[in-house]
């Protein structure tokens, strides 16, 4: 397939920067081709295995993707006067939708046949984009963030939560006066020190991509506190009669199996379920990377193509 780097504006003037696939063969480089647009997770970039998704439905299928890097993440810009690394769930949204006008206004790409693809945060996000931009013809959510505040809640131990609600208070305080937004690790090989993600797998996925890539280690803490306020299942009946398939890890402790269930369960007609056996990231690589990209690759054959 070939690759190109690309960059599209959002509906606030900020330029997002990724890669757009387009076919593998010079036979349908002239043809308009449905596209999925990818986006990535909880402060991931799109090195982080996009790629490998990308080219694995570009070469499967004839089928373009467009993959990108979250706004003050990676290769793309944030706005000015705001902190980088900050994720703001409603404007990751809203960017998801500004993806989709970019992929529409190129001449290589069906602008009525887009599908999105999110895994992890975004597969949250997907839910909520399926459900109120009717431009979407395929919703693919890996792995997903469906209910923030629950969430928030079974990663962050009771006894800490107090101590988090006074760090919130402090931040918001301080960025009122001008300070800069307070930030914190998104992992820490301790699971008792401050980090967004204090799972043991999530150290280890991300101190092993932080060696490899550009990936840095650090959040703004208003991107914690915004996830309680983020609950991506809240629409998720009205995807219908979008195409749903959600894929789920059976011992997922990050976005927590049950809770995706228990959204999957409010979805109407079409969807698909795909359970995958392992944890959060076991998705992404091994043994199950093939067979969770092969199942995605049929969802979007039947329903998308």
């Known amino acids: 397939m070939a690759r190109t780097d690309i960059s599209f504006q959002t509906d606030?003037?900020?330029?997002?920067?990724?890669?757009?696939?387009?076919?593998?063969?010079?036979?349908?480089a002239s043809t308009a081709l449905p596209?999925?647009?990818?986006?990535?997770?909880?402060?991931?970039?799109?090195?982080?295995?996009?790629?490998?998704?990308?080219?694995?439905f570009s070469s499967h299928l004839p089928l373009s993707c467009l993959?990108?890097?979250?706004?003050?993440?990676?290769?793309?810009d944030t706005k000015e006067g705001q902190p980088r690394h900050e994720v703001i769930p409603a404007?990751?949204?809203?960017?998801?939708?500004?993806?989709?006008?970019y992929a529409q206004s190129r001449s290589d790409v069906d602008s009525n046949k887009i599908g999105i693809w999110g895994s992890s945060y975004s597969g949250g996000h997907v839910l909520w984009t399926g459900a109120v931009d009717r431009r979407v013809k395929a919703v693919l959510s890996q792995v997903p963030c469906a209910n923030g505040y629950d969430n928030f809640h079974r990663l962050v131990r009771p006894d800490f939560v107090g101590g988090m609600d006074k760090a919130f208070q402090e931040d918001r305080l301080g960025r009122a006066q001008g300070k800069?937004?307070?930030?914190?690790?998104?992992?820490?090989?301790?699971?008792?020190?401050?980090?967004?993600?204090p799972t043991p797998d999530s150290w280890t996925f991300f101190a092993n991509w932080e060696k490899k890539s550009n990936w840095k280690n650090n959040v703004t803490l208003k991107s914690i506190e915004s996830l309680r306020g983020y609950d991506a299942s809240a629409h998720i009946h009205r995807i219908s009669p979008t195409p749903l398939l959600m894929t789920v890890a059976e011992n997922d402790v990050i976005t927590p199996t049950d809770l995706a269930l228990e959204a999957y369960s409010?979805?109407?007609?079409?969807?698909?379920?795909?359970i995958l056996p392992g944890g959060h990231f076991d998705a992404y690589v091994g043994p199950n990377f093939e067979r969770n990209v092969s199942y995605q690759t049929q969802f979007l054959k039947e329903y998308l193509l």
């Open 35 to 56: 596209c999925l647009v990818l986006s990535h997770g909880f402060s991931a970039i799109k090195e982080m295995d996009l790629d490998a998704f990308a080219e694995y």
């Open 12 to 28: 606030d003037n900020v330029t997002l920067r990724g890669w757009f696939y387009g076919p593998p063969t010079a036979s349908t």
């Open 67 to 76: 993959v990108y890097d979250n706004r003050g993440f990676g290769d793309s």
């Open 91 to 101: 404007q990751q949204i809203s960017d998801i939708s500004d993806a989709i006008t």
């Open 266 to 274: 409010k979805a109407r007609e079409p969807k698909r379920l795909h």
């Open 180 to 197: 800069p937004a307070a930030m914190v690790a998104v992992v820490d090989a301790d699971p008792l020190k401050p980090s967004a993600l």
